[in-house]
């Protein structure tokens, strides 16, 4: 199975802030790397799919990036609605693995 | 408009079985892949299983390999899960959730149910 690694687990940010989130897969799966959002409470959303192309109605200021086992999720300017748990999870092989989470917090 | 509803969470005993079904309505169901994912209360996103559009090719989580069992039918535009010898490791709420195409390996999941919860416990 490919192992999903994120990091950091947890980040404390202000508004307007540029975020990274990393994801490391333990093998390549190639671009099949998805980002998910999830509020307290909120069923998950997909932001970004194929590790860069973002997802319709998805706000701009989140990015996608990285290919083989590198990747990352960028928030531009963190906007208030943004602090929530982000996941990352590889699609290219069965079982579709998820990352750990990381939580971005207010800071 | 998309939805996904599950039924059929609850109380159990470690041990014993219990039959999770989704309901999919506002698209053509049978032309995609559907998928299970779970998350324990204040934990993350746990994959589970998924099912092709045709049935044709069902993938499994290690951790519930031979134990769950995925279907669907797409009649009734329906996804089920029976789970059998649960233990207090599969207390979560669970997704069903719409992939972005037919077959499994899928890409996204583009589309989730609001997740039933399955409690194992004596």
């Known amino acids: 199975d490919i192992q999903m690694t994120q990091s950091p687990s947890s980040l404390s940010a202000s508004v307007g802030d540029r975020v990274t989130i990393t994801c490391r897969a333990s093998r390549s799966v190639g671009t099949n790397l998805n980002w998910y959002q999830q509020k307290p409470g909120k069923v998950p959303k997909v932001l970004i799919y194929?590790?860069?192309s973002l997802q319709s109605g998805v706000p701009s200021r989140f990015s996608g990036g990285g290919s083989g086992t590198y990747f990352t999720l960028t928030i531009s300017s963190l906007q208030p609605e943004d602090f929530a748990t982000y996941y990352c999870q590889q699609s290219y092989s069965t079982p579709h693995t998820f990352g750990q989470g990381t939580e971005v917090e207010f800071k | 408009e998309v939805q996904l509803v599950e039924s059929g969470g609850g109380l159990v005993q470690p041990g014993g079985s219990l039959r999770l079904s989704c309901a999919a309505s506002?698209?053509?169901?049978?032309?995609?892949?559907m998928h299970w994912v779970r998350q324990a209360p204040g934990k993350g996103l746990d994959w589970v299983s998924a099912v092709s559009w045709n049935s044709g090719n069902r993938a499994y989580a290690d951790s519930v390999n031979g134990r769950f069992t995925i279907s669907r039918d797409n009649a009734k535009n329906s996804l089920f899960l029976q789970m059998n010898s649960l233990t207090s490791e599969d207390t979560a709420f669970y997704y069903c959730a719409k992939a972005d195409r037919g077959e499994v390996p899928s890409d996204h999941l583009d589309h989730w149910g609001q997740g039933t919860l399955v409690t194992v416990s004596s």
């Open positions: 194929a590790a860069s």
């Open positions: 506002g698209f053509t169901f049978a032309d995609y892949a």
